[in-house]
Each structure stands twice: as C-alpha cells, then as structure tokens.
C-alpha cells in the first residue's frame, strides 16, 4: 500500500543512497509539449536536509530537465529497488538550475561535491547519511549545473513488479569521452545541443557557447521566463508572425505617402 510522508525520514535518506539508479521526470506547461524522464547513475545525488535534495546534471544531447525547471520548476525524482527487498519511492518537489561556473553552484559544489581538505588534527570525516559516498566526479569537466529542488511529498509503494538486476559498475564512457574535450569543445558542445529543449523552451546558457548564447540579465531572465510559464510556444509564434506582418503592412504604408 502506498504511503505519504510531509519529509525525508532517515530511514528514506539511507536508502535512496544506497541506490544505484534514479529518474527525474519533468514536463513543460504546453498540454500539447514534451513529457520528459532522464535516468541518473554515478554518485551524483546528495540529501542536503529533509526537504532538500541537489544532484549534479552531467552534459548530454538533451536540455529538458533544466528547461522544464526554468520555466514551471516542476520535478519528480523516482528511484526503485532491483534487489531483494522491493520498493518504490518518490520526491515531489519544486526545482531550479545553479549553472556551472555561477555563484551558487560553486558554492553547492564545494559543500556537497568537492572533497574536503584534510589536516593532522582534523577528526574524520563525517559518516552521516547525507555524506558523499565518493569523488568520482571531481572536476569532472562535463557538468553542466547543480539541480536542486525542495521537496514537499515523500511517496512509497511495493515494487513487486520491479525485477531483480545485479549492478556490475558504472560505464567508463561518458568520463572517457568528455576527459578528451577542452572547455572550448564543451562550450562549442552546449552551443549545438543544449540551447533549447524539443519544444523550444530557453536551454542552456553560458559564455563558453559564445556571445550569442551568453547568460542573459536577471532582470531580462526573469521576464523572459514569467512570459514562457504564461504563453504557450504556438501563441508566441502566432504573435511574432502578427508582428512582423505589421511591420511589413506599417513599411508598405509609409512608402505610399512618400
């Protein structure tokens, strides 16, 4: 049977550690757009309180977690059990994107990520649950921005129709292949694949891709976002097209009168 909770108990901290694999699922507010669901490996998830949860957002061909996020902020994190106890467990929560190279992020990084400098005198490290399992990632050039989303509903289920998989260890090639990439090849990267989701949605942002692509005001961010949550892609569309029809008929006009 099914089972809410207001937070992430300890026992669920635990767990959700201890799993190899999780989905995040995310949707744009267009009915007609794109539902999307990315599956997450390595040791990218960390528990920063019991309502809050960041993981990093390794490079890849799609944006559409982080577009979804800036526009609505709306997230779903699922993980399961492919062992022998079954279970299911879900986050409800409400999003956003700390950019790399951002203020935040590297704030976020260095106190959930980055490993800890140790001294003689210094006790050892905390074991806690919401502890780092490992560094695989350290200065991994590939991340692209630190998810982090509040959470406000904690669900569980069975998972008796989940079935049974042996972990073997995580694939080497998404590390090999972007060890071999310099920060311009990224940049040049995110420029062809990252700028906007399959809908359209603003994409990634950063001056590595150019100055075309660079970060956008706040001021001009925040506008452009509140339009995108309130304006479906077709109707802004249909009004750039009304628009430039006007501007056309206004020329034609003009000339008549010359």
């Not at 957002?57 to 944006?63: A, E, K, N, Q, R």
């Not at 200065?139 to 406000?152: E, K």
């Amino acid at each position: 049977m099914g089972k809410f909770y207001e937070s992430i108990g300890d026992d669920h901290a635990k767990w959700i550690l201890e799993q190899k694999l999780f989905f995040v699922a995310t949707a744009p507010l267009d009915p007609q757009g794109t539902v999307n669901a990315s599956p997450k490996g390595y040791d990218t998830l960390r528990i920063m309180g019991p309502n809050q949860v960041c993981y990093l957002d390794l490079t890849g061909s799609g944006i559409e977690t982080q577009s979804h996020l800036q526009q609505n902020g709306r997230i779903t994190f699922l993980f399961m059990s492919f062992g022998k106890g079954p279970r299911i467990l879900r986050l409800f929560g409400r999003g956003r994107v700390a950019q790399v190279d951002t203020p935040e992020y590297k704030e976020l990084y260095a106190k959930y990520f980055a490993r800890p400098a140790v001294s003689e005198t210094q006790p050892e490290e905390d074991s806690s649950i919401s502890s780092p399992a490992s560094y695989e990632l350290e200065g991994a050039s590939q991340i692209r921005s630190i998810i982090v989303a509040d959470i406000h509903k904690v669900g569980t289920s069975c998972g008796w129709a989940v079935p049974y998989y042996q972990y073997l260890g995580e694939r080497p090639t998404l590390q090999s292949f972007w060890g071999k990439m310099s920060r311009s090849q990224l940049g040049q990267y995110w420029a062809m694949e990252n700028t906007q989701s399959v809908d359209g949605l603003l994409g990634m942002r950063h001056e590595l891709m150019g100055p075309e692509w660079a970060p956008a005001p706040e001021t001009l961010r925040a506008i452009v976002y509140k339009k995108a949550t309130s304006i479906p892609i077709q109707d802004l569309v249909r009004q750039g097209a009304l628009v430039l029809a006007g501007f056309g008929a206004g020329l034609a006009v003009s000339r008549l009168f010359r």
